[in-house]
C-alpha cells in the first residue's frame, strides 16, 4: 500500500470535504484526475471506498474503516521523516562494518571507541575476520579490504598504502637464526594464513635486483586469522608475515623483529569500500571520514 500514498492523500482529502470537486481545487488536481486516484485504490483493495451523489460524496463502511487505517499510515510515515529529517542533521543509527583481523584489533577497536565519544548516536557494528565478506548478501553498509579488488558495482575509497613485513620475536630468531636469503624461509618455522581462497601458504617477496621470489613455506602451526599469527610471532613459534600498520606497536618496542628488509613483500592497499547508493546516510558518510583522517594520521 506504501506505493499508493499519494492516492491515500487524495482519498482522506476527499473523505474530509465529500466532495471530488472541492478535494481536486484543495489538491490542484481536477476532478477526473482525483475520481482516478479513488477508482485506483478502490481496485487495489478490492471494495467500494466512496458512494458517489451529484454534488457530495460518502463513505461506504469498508470506506470508513480504510480512512482509519490510512490514518495510521500517513502517521507513521510522518514519523519515519522526522527521524530521517534528525538523521540528516545529527547522524545516527546502525553502520554495519566488516574488517580484517589484524587491523580491527590493531586500529579499528581503538578508533571506534574513540568515534563512539564523539558520534554517540551511531552505532558501530564491528565484524572481524580475514575471509572476503561479501558486502550486499551479509548486508555490510562499509567493509575495509587489504586485497587486490574484485567486487564490482562497489564504491572504492583508498584509506592507506600498506606494507608488508617478516616478523619473529627476539626469542624465535636467537634459536633459530635470521634468515638471510628468501631461501632460508624453507628452514624455519612459518605461521600460515590459511582460508577458502587463500595463496598465503606461497610468499612473494622482491628483491633489490627486481627479481621474484615465489616461496612455498610450511610450518606446524595455521590459523585464518591473522592476529592469531601475530600472537604466535610474540609467544616464539616463528615467523609471520604481516601488514606493517597491525604490527606497529610491536615492532617499535622490540618485541616482533623485522627480517628481510632489503626485500620487498607484496602488499595490497588498504581501502574502504560501500555499496553504491544513491543517497548515501549521513551516519555512513560521517563513519567513512572519520576513517580516512584516523588512517591519514597514522600515516604521517
Partial sequence: ?????????????????????????????????VSSRIARLEAATGVSLLWRTTRQVKLTPEGEIFLEHCGEIMRAVSRAEVLLTHEDSQPSGPVRISAPTGIGASIL??????????YPEINIQLHLTDRLSNLVEEKYDLAIRVSELRESGLI???????VRVICASPKYLEEAGIPLTPQDLQQHRCLLLRFPGSEQYQWRLTGPDGHVHNLPIRGPLDSDQTVVLKNWALSGYGLTMQNEIDVAGELK???????????????????????QRRHMPLRLRTTLDFLVEKFRDLAS
Avoid: C
Fill in 1 to 33: 500500500m506504501l506505493n499508493h500514498l499519494d492516492d491515500i492523500r487524495v482519498f482522506m482529502r476527499v473523505a474530509e470535504l465529500e466532495n471530488l470537486s472541492a478535494a481536486g481545487r484543495d489538491l490542484r488536481k481536477t476532478p477526473a484526475v
Fill in 109 to 118: 577497536t581503538p578508533a571506534f571507541a574513540e568515534f563512539s565519544l564523539l
Fill in 156 to 162: 572504492v575509497r583508498k584509506l592507506a598504502d600498506n
Fill in 253 to 275: 618496542s622490540g618485541t616482533l623483529v623485522p627480517v628481510l628488509q632489503n626485500y620487498e613483500a607484496d602488499g595490497h592497499r588498504i581501502y574502504a569500500i560501500y555499496p
